[in-house]
């Protein structure tokens, strides 16, 4: 029996509001559940996601949206997210970036002219066994 997910990809677009994060929480953990990820790996994408999209609604300019697409391929998703910026440059402090390594395969997070954005991704089996 094969228990892989298709391939496919989410796109959701939230207010860049603290209140839409459970929204990003929900769409990827169930997207991950598709994949077969165990409790822990659904919690590890949850969890970068929440934080990801965090550093970036802290910088974003309230009245453009967010905008969070989750790619399934295989074994892995992958999730990159990017909204208008009002204020700084978004980066996570270290105790975040301790939080990401431990709970992505890889991750990113930066500053494109007048665009913040995030990426990572989590590989079935490989979550906090590399570090970017």
């Given at each position: 029996m094969n228990l892989t997910a298709p391939t496919g990809a989410v796109t959701v677009e939230v207010p860049a509001d603290y209140s839409y994060l459970r929204v990003l929480r929900l769409t990827v953990s169930s997207l991950a559940a598709d994949l077969s990820f165990d409790i822990d790996e659904i919690e590890?994408?949850?969890?970068?996601?929440?934080?990801?999209?965090?550093?970036l609604i802290g910088s974003s300019d309230?009245?453009?949206?967010?905008?969070?697409?989750i790619h399934r391929v295989d074994d892995r998703i992958e999730v990159a997210g990017h909204v208008e910026v009002f204020?700084?440059?978004p980066a996570p402090d270290p105790l975040v970036a301790s939080?990401?390594?431990?709970?992505?395969?890889?991750?990113?997070?930066?500053?494109?002219?007048?665009?913040?954005?995030?990426?990572?991704?989590?590989?079935?089996?490989?979550i906090g066994l590399r570090r970017r």
């Open positions: 590890s994408a949850r969890s970068a996601v929440d934080e990801l999209a965090s550093i309230p009245r453009h949206g967010l905008v969070v697409s204020g700084g440059r939080v990401l390594d431990a709970s992505t395969t890889s991750w990113s997070c930066g500053l494109t002219e007048d665009v913040a954005h995030f990426d990572f991704t989590c590989v079935r089996g490989a």
